[in-house]
């Protein structure tokens, strides 16, 4: 079992900067990590990840813009957020799921079987 807490999110202005971060109650270097997001309205969707090896993947709509990474040593994922849109405004999740063959991450929600409570994020132009 593996408890993740979010923090780190807040209002910003469009254009600004936010860093989320996730720590977990226990070792989770072994494990796939990422983030989604859900807006009012609309479904659950994924915007990061990073395999226990480092690897990344991000959606579309952010790449370039947001950087997740994480500190195995200190059991904490983080989500650097810049050049921040209205349409980036969701409650985050911070995820856990369980490592891929070969270290590939992904963005398939089913696979993630730890989650935590989100975090608000607010964007305004």
């Known amino acids: 079992q593996v408890q993740l807490v979010e923090s780190g999110g807040g209002s910003a202005q469009a254009g600004g900067s936010l860093r989320l971060s996730c720590a977990a109650s226990?070792?989770?270097?072994?494990?796939?990590m990422g983030w989604f997001r859900q807006a009012v309205g609309k479904e659950r969707e994924g915007v990061a990840a990073?395999?226990?090896?480092?690897?990344?993947t991000y959606a579309d709509s952010v790449k370039g813009r947001f950087t997740i990474s994480r500190e195995n040593n200190n059991n904490t994922l983080y989500l650097q957020m810049t050049t921040l849109k209205p349409e980036d405004s969701a409650m985050y999740y911070c995820?856990?799921?369980?490592?891929?063959?070969?270290?590939?991450?992904?963005?398939?929600?089913?696979?993630?079987?730890?989650w935590g409570q989100g975090t608000q994020v607010t964007v305004s132009s």
């Open positions: 990073i395999s226990s090896n480092g690897r990344t």
């Open positions: 995820a856990a799921a369980p490592s891929t063959p070969y270290g590939t991450p992904h963005l398939r929600m089913g696979s993630y079987t730890y």
């Open positions: 226990r070792s989770s270097s072994w494990l796939l």
